[in-house]
């Protein structure tokens, strides 16, 4: 019999295998006539190591984004370093432990969850890495722990699931609340897409809720839930929950049906073979950190640094940084929902604005003015379009089907004589793809070189007023740029103190 052929058997009868030995190896599959991937004998031999593993895992990718935040102290979340160094470790001291003493702890996790953790290679790769090789980012990670472990063991235990599954945020984002992998997952728990919006996260062009560390993990929580419903394993949860059903089912399939993840595990994608080890292996150094030699960093104002307000109007960043003074990076990295920065709230919308504490109780200060503030941005827009239109006040407008002069005069608030007058018009037809001049602040500015031939024409009136009422939905802000005018121009003409607008409410807007 050929040696892929007896690997073939042995994951067959990996279920009773399992039943003697908790570190079975998943020998990695030789070439043969089940389309699996080919290796050649160095990458088998990296397999069996854990080495290929490692390096083929997100969880790479997503130690390095952790690497980069920024608001990290040098100081440990318990200043006497002493009394969290029972074991008394040199500073850098790197322990090293026997196979037997991983066993040992793994067991011990074992014996406390539903979760079937078990010790092998692959995991050992992973503790190592963790453990060994990127150190500081696991202090990172512990010390985030303290500011969403409490939040995801609320959520976990509503939904009745195991509190160990709190890790597997560690694997999808280092607990990085900003991330999002190549592949297009964002947020704590690296939802895709349509997994998200499958779960009722929003996704707008101004809106990701994936980003939001609430709604995402109670989302998280629900998708666990189901997949446990299908397959009743969390390790094939957790397979699945990479990778997708789909391809935990095709696996399953391709390994004659048993419902096992080191069964199934030769034939999963290479990035998902590595998921379950490094969950088993964050899980252990979380837990036994200290034996480690490793401490939480104190992640600044990511722990007790920051407050949340309520923004009820349209608010982009820039009136936040130059009317409240708080720096830009602050600003998107507390709020990385708003994909554009821009807050699209309203009175029936309120949405949450995250900022440094003493930012926060500035907003609240000022809160009025700055949905008003007029940015150097607007400001400095503004400035171009007046430059603009001393140079031109014209445009062309091309006739449609089913235009007529009387439509196109309604259209730019105009009069059907001037339209004539401007074009040197005798009639009043037109035809579909003609080209009319339009100026855009009426007749006074056509008067200018021109002639008016036609002595019955009026003048159009400069200044008409025109009575919007108010939408659900509706804000100042928005109402504004429907007119082309500014939420203190609409507080002015309806004599308005502050910014507050309701339903149906009748504001005269002035063109």
């Not at 406390?112 to 092998?120: A, D, K, V």
């Not at 696996?251 to 379950?276: C, D, F, M, Q, S």
């Not at 609240?364 to 503030?373: N, T």
């Not at 121009?489 to 910014?499: F, R, V």
Request: include cysteine.
């Amino acid at each position: 019999m050929r040696k892929a052929h007896l690997i073939l058997l042995s994951m067959l009868l990996w279920p009773c295998i399992q039943m003697f030995s908790q570190s079975f190896e998943p020998e990695a599959p030789q070439p043969d006539s089940l389309e699996m991937e080919e290796y050649d004998e160095q990458e088998i031999k990296d397999l069996n190591s854990g080495k290929a593993v490692v390096e083929e895992s997100t969880v790479l990718e997503m130690l390095d984004l952790i690497s980069h935040v920024s608001y990290f102290k040098d100081d440990y979340l318990d200043i006497d370093s002493a009394v969290m160094n029972v074991y008394g470790y040199d500073k850098n001291e790197i322990p090293v432990f026997d196979d037997t003493i991983y066993m040992e702890r793994i067991e011990a996790l074992a014996r406390e969850t539903t979760i079937p953790l078990t010790f092998n290679t692959h995991v050992k790769s992973f503790i190592e890495l963790y453990a060994n090789r990127l150190r500081m980012q696991s202090s990172r990670m512990l010390g985030l722990s303290y500011v969403y472990f409490p939040m995801f063991e609320e959520l976990l235990d509503k939904y009745n699931l195991p509190l160990e599954l709190k890790y597997l945020a560690m694997v999808e984002s280092a607990l990085n609340p900003t991330a999002g992998s190549r592949a297009g997952a964002k947020g704590l728990w690296q939802f895709m897409l349509a997994t998200g919006k499958d779960y009722g996260l929003r996704v707008t062009s101004l809106v990701d809720e994936r980003y939001d560390p609430m709604k995402e993990t109670m989302a998280a929580c629900q998708y666990l839930q189901s997949l446990y419903a299908r397959y009743g394993d969390w390790f094939l949860v957790l397979a699945a929950y990479n990778s997708g059903p789909g391809t935990v089912n095709k696996a399953i399939l391709r390994a004659g049906g048993v419902k096992n993840y080191w069964a199934i595990w030769p034939y999963l994608p290479k990035e998902t073979r590595g998921y379950v080890p490094a969950f088993i292996a964050v899980s252990y150094v979380m837990n036994f950190a200290t034996e480690h030699n490793l401490y939480p960093i104190n992640p600044g104002l990511l722990l007790h640094g920051t407050d949340t307000v309520m923004v009820h109007d349209y608010l982009d960043f820039d009136q936040i940084n130059e009317c409240v003074g708080v720096p830009m990076e602050d600003i998107v990295f507390f709020n990385p929902q708003y994909t554009k920065r821009i807050i699209p709230a309203s009175h029936d919308n309120l949405c949450a604005l995250r900022l440094p504490t003493k930012y926060a109780l500035r907003f609240v200060q000022l809160e009025d003015s700055i949905y008003s503030y007029q940015t150097k941005a607007e400001m400095s827009r503004e400035q171009i379009v007046e430059q603009v239109k001393e140079v031109s006040d014209s445009f062309t407008h091309t006739v449609k089907k089913g235009e007529s002069l009387g439509s196109i005069a309604k259209k730019y608030h105009v009069s059907v004589s001037n339209i004539k007058s401007w074009n040197r018009l005798k009639r009043d037809t037109i035809h579909i793809g003609q080209k009319l001049t339009i100026y855009r602040s009426g007749a006074p500015m056509a008067q200018v070189g021109k002639t008016n031939k036609n002595p019955s024409s009026k003048p159009a009136s400069t200044a008409s007023t025109k009575t919007h009422t108010v939408k659900k939905g509706e804000t100042l802000s928005s109402i504004g740029r429907k007119y082309g005018c500014t939420p203190n121009d609409i507080k002015k003409w309806n004599g308005m103190k502050g910014n507050s607008i309701k339903v149906g409410q009748k504001l005269k807007i002035k063109k």
